[in-house]
């Protein structure tokens, strides 16, 4: 009896270059008509050195951390289009680093290592680079991920105490009218103290004002912050000035953020019939915080 074993096993294999699963048209190399899946980690560990067998990997650790990725070789170890996609949901930073004389691409730069900040995501493709080795990074989420964070908010600047009528300095936040904001996003005046102008044929020096707010949310990360000031009049009066920064520290009722400033009015300096530089109206201080981390 003849046993015809050829034909059998030639049909085990594919003759066309195409594959399918679940669809018997094929129009890719690999075409799957279904769900895909692939290898999941979460790390909370602030050092990991990432496996063949990761794929897509989330950092959830409390501190920021360092993820390695694998050594580039020849062979079984090049690598050549193995693909890792990683997600930052943690509030700290990952420094993504390459192996030994590996390094990473952004563009024709090549960098040892990338921080990835909080809430981007990266993906990292390995090339066909087997001279030194290389990845190649692109971002989906963050083009090119910010490491600053910023907060803004609209203080008020209270009239003059040398003002006609004015509005006595005070200290210890003896005064609530002109705290701003709302919910725990809310700034105190702590104190103001006025100086008046001075005009002589010998000099000029403008009205101006020292003012303390205290932020009365949880006390900011000061370590690296840097205020920008700007002040605005959203009022009919002529009033121009000019804001600068004296210091910032959370040092406040219960360690809460303390921001002072310097405030001087710069459109006009002494006295005109009624009116003078010590002004009268309440205007506004705009306030942006940028970290740097």
């Keep these: 009896m003849k046993k015809y074993i050829l034909p059998l096993l030639i049909g085990m294999f594919p003759l066309h270059a195409q594959v399918g699963i679940n ?18 980690s979460q790390i909370t560990a602030n050092s990991y050195t990432i496996l063949p067998t990761d794929h897509y990997i989330t950092y959830n ?14 062979g079984a170890t090049s690598y050549t289009g193995r693909i890792y996609k990683i997600k930052n949901i943690s509030t700290s930073g990952i420094t993504l680093q390459a192996s030994g004389a590996n390094t990473l691409r952004i563009d024709n730069t090549p960098v040892a290592s990338f921080v990835i900040p909080r809430g981007a995501y990266a993906e990292v493709v390995n090339n066909s680079n087997t001279t030194g080795g290389t990845w190649d990074l692109s971002f989906t989420v ?16 209270p009239p003059h105490g040398g003002g006609s009528p004015g509005v006595g300095d005070w200290s210890n936040h003896t005064v609530t009218s002109y705290d701003t904001g709302t ?17 002589t044929s010998a000099y000029s020096n403008t009205s101006r004002m020292t003012i303390v707010y205290e932020y009365q949310g949880s006390p900011f990360n000061v370590t690296n912050m840097y205020p920008i000031l700007t002040a605005g009049n959203n009022s009919s009066f002529p009033d121009v000035f000019t804001a600068s920064f004296v210091s910032l520290a959370n040092n406040g009722t219960a360690g ?18 009624s009116n003078n530089s010590n002004w009268t109206g309440t205007f506004l201080l705009n306030l942006l915080l940028a970290r740097k981390y």
């Design 183 to 199: 919910g725990t996003d809310v700034w105190w005046v702590i104190s103001k103290t006025s100086t008046a102008y001075a005009h």
């Design 256 to 273: 809460r953020t303390r921001l002072t400033v310097s405030v001087a009015r710069i459109d006009f300096i002494g006295s005109n019939g």
């Design 142 to 157: 963050l083009p090119k991920p910010s490491n600053v964070e910023i907060y803004g908010a609209q203080l008020s600047i």
């Design 61 to 74: 650790g409390t501190g920021n951390a360092t993820f390695t990725l694998p050594v580039i070789g020849t």
């Design 23 to 40: 669809t018997t048209t094929p129009n890719s190399t690999l075409a799957v008509n279904g769900s895909l899946g692939a290898g999941y």
